[in-house]
Every structure is written in structure tokens, then in C-alpha cells.
């Protein structure tokens, strides 16, 4: 017999799961209802209102499951910022694919390691990445080649301009779908993919347009790279969702971003302290071009404070915000607000609503008293589910209920968290993570090197150098030229050492270990 009232219900339950549903792609959809044909984003001189992006990516996700892509499967973006890499990675919300954005610095095997590690199926590209493409072609398996823009065989804004369906794809998507993996550097060779879902980023989002002040109507500039969880997660998708408008550029350069800062009136600016340092000193900073600007965000390494000071004093009517996290909580933990700067300016400020933090000894895992040094730990919902195929590193993140961050800190009686030092030996130049095994690595081969230790150094511009000390095989002789050469040809540009020492030794402690503590003191 028929169980019509089974049926009706099963119906009525799928009914209401849908129209609960919070996706990215539903969050897109209500942005795009409520804002409609107001410009929402700006790339070379295209523009796009909320409406389009909205149809565009539609149209773009269907043609995506038309070139045999199905849920779940990975597809890599590899480029710099423009509105083509932004409409990708929204088409892949839409049609229940995880994204994996990759660092476009990267070649040869680090990229055939991303490609792999994730199991990309497809991979869309700048079309002047192609050499880097075609050296990695035939070390991968991924199916389904493309162009971001530009490009004639499967090009991303060729289909998102093109006909097509404007309504998002009818899929059975879950709020706790994975959707994007991030890849972020540790203490191996070997980096981790940070698993988020729709559920952990709609949280983030929510609470950064909270604590940083992003509401409808923002001018915001989009210079950083989107590959990096700051400008993609903390800024341009909460403007997007919020209403406001970002210019995008696909490179940082000092002259693109004082000329549309002051000529575009934009109000709101995020970048790590090297770009706001090269800011300050270039001959184009006018700060009576500027002072409209009401919003400088920085984050992803320390700014030096004397750096807040002249911001500060160039720029009187824009309030400051640090941003502190990791890509694994979405990126942002903590934001240090601008009433807050005058009493704390070297403090990473508070968690956000959504984060509970704790210090705790990094041995006993019990709580640290106001001003002892621990590492921080996490509860949030904006943390990841866990490192894409490595479920001992997982294991040990989450030890004990509570996502372990490898950074060390304190706070202080009121709540306020100060970062001291990162854990694990993670060199961090210029906002970029550099896990300092990979550059040692890449320098034990060459056949001079008997022993190599990478640390970060001190630097006006990097705020940390990636420094390589090392001891050289008898019968050699000293040539630094020759080892930057060789770490250029196997690293991307940004692990290449900016200095070489050659000592007789490394400092050592009694079990044999090495002492990079002392190393950086003798150096620094």
C-alpha cells in the first residue's frame, strides 16, 4: 500500500531544509535581491552590479557540470586577483565543487604537490601561467584544463558573459558542505589543506562585517592576493554580502594603490604591514589625498608600532584595526578595534563574538594566568572540519575538543590577547607563511651545503627575511650567489632567502637538537 502520508511529509521536510538553507550561494542570492543593479565590484574596466555577479556565476556553474564536473569533485584556481577568479570560486559554491585557490608563485613540484595532494579534476589559469602549466602537465591527473579570461578553450568569463541558465544550479547542497580547501604552511615540507564549509565561512562572514564595520555602501580597494584568506574571506566576501563596493587590482603596487585610493574616493583599504610600510615611504603618499579614508584594516604579521603612530598621525580620521587568525578559523580571531589602539597598540585585541580563546601551556594544557606565555587555542564555528587527507594532523589540531594554533601569546587581566611568537618554525615575510623545512630543504641539495638552518630575521620592509645559515662540505667555498640561485630554481619566489650566512657550526644542544632561539638572537 501506498504511504501517502509519509510521502507528504518526507516532502514538507525537504521543503523546509531548503528554504532554511544557508549556503554561500543563497547568501549571494539575497545579496543580489536586496542590492540588485547597484555596482558591486570593478575589475580593469569591467563593472559588475550584485545582479550580475548573481546571474554570471549562475550561468558560469552550470557550464562547469556541463564539462562533466560533479559535487564534491576539486577544482583548482590558479591566478591573480580579477573578477573572473571571484565568479569562479562562487560558481564553485553554487554547483557543490570545492575550490582550492593556489598560490600563483608557485612552480614545478610545489604546484604539482597542490594539484595532487587535493586531487584537483580541473584547473583554470592566467593565460601567462601556462609555461608553469605545461612543466606540471603530465605529473597531475587533472582532466579539465581553462583560462580564467583571455584564454579561447574553456575560459571562465567567456561562460560567465555567455548565455546560459541565470538560475543557480537545483542541487542537493547541505550547509555543511565542504567548499573550499586552503592550503596553509606548517612546519613540513608538506602543506595542509584547510577543509572550511559553507557553515564555518557564513559564520566568519557575519562576524567581520560586525567587527570591522563593514556595512552597505563600503568603498573598499581589493589589492591583495585572493588566493589568501584575508582579502578573499575577511574583506571582499563580507563587502559583497553586506552591499558594499570593492576595485580590484590584480598586483599591489604602491602606484595602483594611492592612485585609485585617492582618485576612486575609496574609503576602506586592508593590507599587511610591508605594503603599508612601502605606502608610507613613497614619494605619492599625499595624506591631503587621503583623508577621506575612514577604514585601515592591516594584519598577517606584527606591524611595527611606530608604523600605527604615523598612520595615525597621517591619516587622523580613519580608525586602525588589527586582524589576527589563521586560514584554519576562517582567517579572523581576533580584531584589536580603533578606540582601542591608544591604550594597546601592540595588542592583537579581542576575539570576535564567534571565537572563544583561551591561553593554556602548551605541556599541561592547563590555563595560563593573565601575562604568562601559552599557545592559542579555539572554539569557533568558523574553524575547519579538519586537514584534507591528513587525519593524524587533524587529530592532533583538535586535541582535547579545542583547534590548537601553534601560536604563543598572552593576555592580559582584560581579555586582550598579545602575540609573541609562532610555535613552530614558520617564517612569516611580508604576511606570508613560510614553513622554513621547505627552504632548508631545497637547499640541502646542493652539493655544497652539509648543514642548513632557515629562521626569520628582522627586516625594515618583510618585517621578517627569510635568513639561511649555513655550513658548507670541506674543500667549498663561501658563495652565496650560487645557493640563492639554486633556491630560486627549486622555490617559488618567496622562500628564496634574502641573506646567507656561512658559519663553522650551528649551535646544538646536548641531545644533539638545534637551537634556531639561539640563532636568531645571534642574528637579529
Known sequence: MHNSGSSASSSVSAGIQRALRNTIGDAIARSASTHGKRTALAFDDRTWSFAEIHAASNRLAHRLIELGLTQGERVGAYGKNSDAYLLLWLACTKAGLIHVPINYALIGNELTYALTQSGCKALFHDIDLQPQINAVRDTTAVAIYGSLYGGDTNDVLKFALGPGNDNAPELELSDTDVVQILYTSGTTSDPKGAMHTHRSLMAHYGACQYHLDIRARERSLAALPLYHSAQMHVFTM???????????????????????????????????????????????????????????????????????????????????????????????????????????????????????????????????????????????????????????????????????????????????????????????????????????????????????????????????????????????????????????????????????????????????????????????
Open 238 to 524: 563580507p563587502m559583497l554580502l553586506a552591499g558594499g563596493y570593492s576595485r580590484m587590482i590584480n598586483t599591489p603596487t604602491p602606484d595602483a594603490i594611492l592612485g585609485l585610493l585617492a582618485s576612486e574616493q575609496l574609503n576602506a583599504f586592508f593590507a599587511p604591514p610591508t605594503v603599508w610600510i612601502a605606502l608610507l615611504h613613497h614619494p605619492q603618499f599625499n595624506p591631503d589625498k587621503l583623508q577621506h579614508m575612514s577604514k585601515l584594516y592591516y594584519g598577517a604579521s606584527i606591524m611595527p608600532g611606530q608604523v600605527v603612530k604615523e598612520l595615525a598621525e597621517k591619516l587622523p580620521g580613519a580608525g586602525l584595526y588589527n586582524c589576527y587568525g589563521q586560514s584554519e578559523i576562517a582567517p579572523l580571531a581576533t580584531v584589536l578595534l580603533p578606540e582601542e589602539h591608544a591604550e594597546r597598540p601592540s595588542s592583537a585585541g579581542r576575539p570576535m563574538q564567534t571565537v572563544m580563546t583561551r591561553i593554556v601551556d602548551p605541556v599541561t594544557g592547563k590555563d595560563c594566568k593573565p601575562g604568562e606565555q601559552g599557545e592559542l587555542v579555539h572554539r569557533s564555528p568558523q574553524l575547519m572540519v579538519g586537514y584534507w587527507r591528513k587525519p593524524e594532523a587533524t587529530e592532533e589540531a583538535f586535541k582535547d575538543g579545542w583547534f590548537h594554533s601553534g601560536d604563543l601569546g598572552y593576555q592580559d587581566d582584560e581579555g586582550y590577547i598579545y602575540i609573541v611568537d609562532r610555535i613552530k618554525d614558520v617564517v612569516n615575510t611580508g604576511g606570508v607563511l613560510v614553513a622554513s623545512r621547505d627552504v632548508e630543504e631545497a637547499l640541502y641539495q646542493h652539493e655544497s651545503v652539509a648543514e642548513v638552518a632557515v629562521i626569520g630575521v628582522p627586516d625594515e620592509k618583510w618585517i621578517e627575511a627569510i635568513c639561511a645559515v649555513v655550513v658548507l662540505k670541506e674543500g667549498y667555498a663561501e658563495d652565496s650567489d650560487a645557493l640563492i640561485s639554486h633556491a630560486r630554481a627549486q622555490l617559488a619566489s618567496f622562500k628564496v632567502p634574502k641573506h646567507i650566512h656561512f658559519v663553522e657550526q650551528l649551535p646544538k644542544n646536548t641531545a644533539g637538537k638545534l637551537l634556531k632561539r639561539k640563532l636568531r638572537e645571534d642574528l637579529s
